[in-house]
């Protein structure tokens, strides 16, 4: 058997990996056996090479559904600025490598797609399936809801902008948000999946756990 999970960059595995370690999931079956996690995941280096046709099998969906044996492929990517756009491209590539049961919109749980002959595909649009962002969109759902620190970190990011002295775009405002609000912990500015292990962002929020079922729904796991 051969799973794979794709993912634009090596902070969205940190996180989904924290993610799976505090809530105690196991680790998905590969090949004949588990021991190199590694080879599980894709880390494709952005979306452009994540949605390209026809570049190295191993940063590409295209490319990677022809990998033998592959039974099922998660596909982890940011929506942006545009949710449909990015959506349409993911589509598209489907389309164009023998998927014909495909659904208009992306499900608010994470959409599964099922093909006969076809591997079983599972779609995760960052943040949540319905909203345009980024990882750092879905880390803020983790952030408890009795924190009081975030908002200051919102209205200082807002008020740079507000005054000209931002240097980031205003459209990445919410990442700066995230980091900003990070470097106020009481381990200032640790990564975001350091961030799950230390407590900062709570495993058990809703957001988090409706993907930690969508990645129960895509892959196989060991029996227990």
Known sequence: MEQRLLVEGINDIKVIGSLCQALKMP?????????DYGRFVIVTKGKDNLLKRSIKFDTSISATLKIPELQNLGIVVDADENIDKRWQSIIAIL??????????????KGTIILEDTL??????????????????????????????LFSIAQATTQNLIESSRNLFRPVDKQKVDIYTWLAWQSNPGVPMGTAIHNKYLDANSPGALQFIEWMKN???YPLS
């Open 27 to 35: 680790r998905p079956l590969w090949h004949e056996s588990n021991d």
């Open 95 to 108: 389309t164009n490598a023998g998927y014909t049961n495909l659904p208009k919109a992306p499900s608010v």
């Open 218 to 220: 895509t892959f196989q």
């Open 119 to 148: 591997p079983k595909i599972g779609i995760w649009i960052m943040p949540n399936n319905q909203l345009s962002g980024y990882l750092e969109h879905f880390v803020e759902l983790m952030i408890p809801a009795n924190d009081d």
